[in-house]
């Protein structure tokens, strides 16, 4: 017999999906926060006290960060399907990808200590990748349905952009500590531990709204409720998914096949991997990159991740809930500008050695743009092609993401490491004569970054203002 709630779906969504959704997310400190333990797993693995001593051939957290990412991405089309077609797939999806993922994380644990670089491959880069992309799929397509029963997907979209913002930014100096208490594998095991125990018994509450698990008595007619809703359509008319809402019922079911052959989705997928490219670069080598540039400390180091994680989570929501009303050519052309100041200005903040808060202001900008631009994919591919399509391109649109995710850390990496050049086997400078010219690599990376945004945006303009070539 199916639960009964006797209320509305707003306090069903509010009092049982948001915490579950919450809890679910427990892996997101090793996914979206894994910037904090790139440092401590690179000096461990390869035995050494200073990032001088790394070249590129040594970044193997990142390397195997970006395998995850890219191997996530990958997951949602295959998982799509799984998690929209019954109750019984979601719940398989989150067991799989708990016990994928907690493998993963045990086998990258056990290749630190040992010092074994391919047991951090086979244990972070796949399983971790093939586990986390399950439970990626479970928070965006599970949470987006629920909300968007109450007809606000983009506030869907905006909670779990917020609660992967709000994981990081408590690791930002949690993780520190908790190395420092227990050491990078015990770090490792008990974020292990804690994600089972939080997303583990979240699986009995995972029941999708089409399943009528859950009803919801109303003593209004079926002519209220239809009143009701269009005068939830007209308050909300002009935004991109009062307009997606409106369409719904005339948008027919479109093969896949068809669908990747629209210029919709090559605008939308190249669109969102040069638009993404710097913030994932700057991400996830935001701790090396504070160090090789500004000798940083730990707290320093702590303290940046944590504003950045904070204006993301906050950006996400607001997004989220303004999404709604506003048309997302207007809020791609926002982000777009900001992440111009922001990249253009990390690559200026290096090049002139300026003070570490323009750095800080300038990482808070691309950490708005960066936030804000993750919330619109998966409404891009709502509004672009429909309710009916969603489940089935979300994770082809992805793919940008998934492919910016990969190579962006790689060449900010790449840059970084071009310190070592000027470092000997100890760690110390050796006469480069004129200034420091592995600066100017850090700088270029940056600037390239900021000369792809206009082209990203434009992209993702048209993208979401062309309509579907309907077979």
Same mark, same amino acid.
């Given at each position: 017999?199916?639960?009964?709630?006797?209320?509305?779906?707003?306090?069903?969504?509010?009092?049982?999906?948001?915490?579950?959704?919450?809890?679910?997310?427990?892996?997101? #400190?090793?996914?979206?926060?894994?910037?904090?333990?790139?440092? *401590?797993?690179?000096?461990?693995?390869?035995?050494?006290?200073?990032?001088?001593?790394?070249?590129?051939?040594?970044?193997?957290?990142?390397?195997?960060?970006?395998?995850?990412?890219?191997?996530?991405?990958?997951?949602?089309?295959?998982?799509? #399907?799984?998690?929209?077609?019954?109750?019984?797939?979601?719940?398989?999806?989150?067991?799989?990808?708990?016990?994928?993922?907690?493998?993963?994380?045990?086998?990258?644990?056990?290749? @630190?200590?040992?010092?074994?670089?391919?047991?951090?491959?086979?244990?972070?880069?796949?399983?971790?990748?093939?586990?986390?992309?399950?439970?990626?799929?479970?928070?965006?397509?599970?949470?987006?349905?629920?909300?968007?029963?109450?007809?606000?997907?983009?506030?869907?979209?905006?909670?779990?952009?917020?609660?992967?913002?709000?994981? &990081?930014?408590?690791?930002?100096?949690?993780?520190?500590?908790?190395?420092?208490?227990?050491?990078?594998?015990?770090?490792?095991?008990?974020?292990?531990?804690?994600?089972?125990?939080?997303?583990? #018994?979240?699986?009995?509450?995972?029941?999708?709204?089409?399943?009528?698990?859950?009803?919801?008595?109303?003593?209004?007619?079926?002519?209220?409720?239809?009143?009701?809703?269009?005068?939830?359509?007209?308050?909300?008319?002009?935004?991109?998914?009062?307009?997606?809402?409106?369409?719904?019922?005339?948008?027919?079911?479109?093969?896949?096949?068809?669908?990747?052959?629209?210029?919709?989705?090559?605008?939308?997928?190249?669109?969102?991997?040069?638009?993404?490219?710097?913030?994932?670069?700057?991400?996830?080598?935001?701790? #090396?990159?504070?160090?090789?540039?500004?000798?940083?400390?730990?707290?320093?180091?702590?303290?940046?991740?944590?504003?950045?994680?904070?204006?993301?989570?906050?950006?996400?929501?607001?997004?989220?809930?303004?999404?709604?009303?506003?048309?997302?050519?207007?809020?791609?052309?926002?982000?777009?500008?900001?992440?111009?100041?922001?990249?253009?200005?990390?690559?200026?903040?290096?090049?002139?050695?300026?003070?570490?808060?323009?750095?800080?202001?300038?990482?808070?900008?691309?950490?708005?743009?960066?936030?804000?631009?993750?919330?619109?994919?998966?409404?891009?591919?709502?509004?672009?092609?429909?309710?009916?399509?969603?489940?089935?391109?979300?994770?082809?649109?992805?793919?940008?993401?998934?492919?910016?995710?990969?190579?962006?850390? @790689?060449?900010?990496?790449?840059?970084?490491?071009?310190?070592?050049?000027?470092?000997?086997?100890?760690?110390? *400078?050796?006469?480069?004569?004129?200034?420091?010219?592995?600066?100017?690599?850090?700088?270029?990376?940056?600037?390239?970054?900021?000369?792809?945004? &206009?082209?990203?945006?434009?992209?993702?303009?048209?993208?979401?203002?062309? *309509?579907?070539?309907?077979?």
């Amino acid at each position: 017999m199916g639960f009964k709630w006797d209320s509305s779906k707003e306090k069903y969504v509010a009092l049982v999906i948001v915490p579950v959704v919450f809890f679910l997310s427990s892996f997101i #400190p090793l996914l979206y926060g894994w910037q904090a333990w790139v440092l *401590p797993v690179q000096l461990e693995t390869y035995n050494v006290t200073s990032l001088n001593e790394l070249s590129f051939k040594d970044g193997i957290a990142t390397f195997i960060s970006s395998l995850c990412i890219f191997l996530v991405t990958i997951m949602t089309v295959f998982a799509g #399907p799984l998690v929209t077609y019954k109750t019984w797939g979601v719940q398989l999806a989150v067991f799989a990808g708990i016990f994928l993922s907690s493998i993963g994380i045990c086998l990258t644990a056990v290749g @630190i200590s040992a010092t074994k670089g391919w047991l951090l491959w086979v244990g972070f880069g796949v399983l971790n990748g093939l586990g986390f992309g399950l439970l990626v799929s479970v928070m965006n397509i599970f949470t987006i349905q629920w909300f968007r029963e109450i007809g606000r997907p983009g506030l869907g979209a905006g909670y779990v952009g917020f609660i992967s913002g709000l994981w &990081p930014a408590i690791f930002a100096y949690a993780t520190p500590a908790l190395i420092d208490w227990v050491g990078v594998p015990g770090s490792l095991y008990t974020l292990c531990i804690l994600m089972v125990c939080l997303s583990g #018994p979240t699986i009995i509450f995972l029941h999708k709204p089409l399943d009528n698990w859950v009803s919801f008595p109303s003593s209004k007619s079926q002519d209220q409720d239809s009143e009701e809703e269009e005068g939830f359509l007209e308050s909300t008319k002009g935004s991109a998914i009062a307009k997606e809402e409106k369409e719904t019922s005339s948008k027919e079911v479109i093969p896949l096949s068809e669908m990747l052959k629209t210029k919709q989705y090559l605008q939308l997928v190249f669109g969102f991997f040069l638009f993404l490219y710097p913030g994932f670069g700057a991400k996830l080598v935001m701790t #090396p990159l504070l160090v090789s540039y500004f000798d940083s400390s730990v707290s320093t180091q702590s303290l940046v991740s944590f504003l950045f994680f904070v204006f993301y989570a906050l950006t996400r929501l607001i997004v989220g809930q303004v999404a709604d009303k506003i048309p997302l050519q207007r809020l791609f052309l926002l982000f777009g500008v900001l992440q111009f100041i922001g990249v253009t200005g990390l690559g200026c903040v290096v090049f002139f050695q300026l003070d570490v808060v323009v750095f800080i202001v300038m990482e808070l900008f691309l950490a708005i743009a960066f936030a804000g631009t993750k919330v619109l994919l998966s409404l891009s591919s709502l509004q672009v092609f429909g309710a009916q399509n969603f489940s089935k391109i979300f994770g082809c649109v992805l793919q940008g993401y998934g492919t910016a995710g990969a190579i962006g850390p @790689i060449t900010m990496w790449a840059a970084v490491s071009q310190k070592s050049k000027y470092y000997n086997d100890q760690g110390q *400078p050796l006469p480069t004569g004129d200034g420091q010219p592995w600066l100017l690599a850090i700088a270029l990376w940056f600037w390239l970054a900021s000369g792809m945004t &206009p082209v990203a945006t434009f992209l993702l303009y048209r993208g979401v203002s062309s *309509p579907m070539p309907y077979a």
